[in-house]
């Protein structure tokens, strides 16, 4: 998020802080922790939300290094994951990017829609674009949902990404300063986050973790979807640039946009922006204060920008459930 964005979201804030809007903070602080009921797992499960394919890397990643420990593995997304075959697991990892401040609603929602885990491990991860983005409470947030469903925290970490939010002319200081993410040292970070988790695991100790107190914190109870929609004079679909892919449909955590009857339901739309992000003809329009606003792949078609990817890609192979049959990607 751009330094001007920021200014105009944290002014909208605080405007809604002074008339009063109620707030509450969830608790996402654990308890003692209860014990593992699976020391020694056999199938894992990543399942993950991404939009501009950051969070997907990092779940990847993490499946080829549980796999070369000889689990069997499957990846999966969670918008389109039936969540009744997660009985089938005993180890459960959960991805997600981090929006206004926290995980987005819709993640939110899958996870407390989860069936009961009864004591199997669980981790957290999650990528976000800058240091001000409130990633450790989201990391809380997401923990302490996986709890109320019966799973056991086994670990937790967060990985900074080249931002994927979209600004007028992508070039803020903080867009600048991740152009080169993720990089080896990431990949790093994910390949020690996994030990880490395993390692709990074997030695049956689960994590405690607490959130902080912070302005952003704050922030994230305020309606900042709202407020950025507000800022949204337009939202549609250019009928003439449109080759009916439905790339927007599938990635779409809300069901809001259809590209043959040209329209976006503003009320449905939680402002992830990953219809912009996604769209391969750039047919989605958007603007923002009366700027149009441009997706994701085309930024880094203008900045030439080629995103590294980890060694493991190369040779690993597990269950990709979220990957299409002719993906470069699938394993």
């Known amino acids: 998020m751009d330094e001007t964005r ?4 944290k002014k909208g804030a605080i405007l809604c802080a002074a008339a009063g809007l109620p707030v509450a903070f969830p608790a996402a602080t654990s308890a003692a922790p209860k014990a593992f009921t699976m020391r020694d797992p056999k199938r894992v499960l990543i399942l993950y939300y991404s939009q501009t394919g950051m969070t997907r890397r990092y779940a990847r990643l993490i499946g080829c290094l ?12 969670m918008r389109s994951f039936e969540k009744r075959r997660l009985l089938n697991y005993d180890l459960l990892f959960v991805g997600s990017p981090v929006f206004y401040y926290d995980i987005p609603s819709n993640v939110v929602d899958c996870l407390a829609a989860l069936p009961t885990l009864s004591g199997i491990p669980a981790a957290a991860f999650v990528s976000f674009g800058g240091p001000e983005g409130n990633q450790h409470n989201a990391l809380c947030h997401a923990l302490s949902l996986l709890e ?12 900074r990404s080249i931002p994927g939010y979209p600004t007028p002319n992508w ?22 986050f996994t030990d880490q988790v395993m390692d709990n695991i074997r030695q049956g100790k689960p994590i405690r973790y607490g959130s902080e107190i912070a302005l952003r914190e704050m922030l994230r109870m305020l309606p900042l979807v709202w407020l950025n929609k507000k800022a949204m004079g337009r939202h549609t679909v250019d009928g003439d640039a449109c080759i009916l892919c439905r790339t927007c449909v599938k990635v779409c955590p809300a069901a809001a946009i259809d590209p043959e009857k040209r329209r976006v339901d503003r009320d449905r739309c939680i402002a992830c922006f990953g219809c912009l992000n996604n769209c391969p003809a750039d047919a989605v329009v958007i603007e923002y204060r009366g700027k149009r606003l441009y997706g994701f792949p085309e930024y880094l078609k203008r900045r030439r920008i080629t995103i590294a990817e980890p060694p493991e890609f190369q040779t690993c192979r597990f269950t990709d459930r979220s990957a299409p049959t002719d993906s470069p990607g699938g394993v």
Do not use: C, W
Not at 6 to 9: A, M
């Open 6 to 9: 920021r200014g105009f979201i």
């Open 66 to 77: 549980l796999s070369e420990l000889g689990l069997s593995v499957d990846l999966a997304d």
């Open 148 to 159: 109320k469903r019966g799973g056991v925290a086994a670990g937790m970490a967060a990985f």
């Open 171 to 192: 070039d803020s200081a903080n867009q600048r300063s991740g152009e080169h993410l993720p990089n080896e040292e990431t990949y790093r970070q994910v390949r020690v």
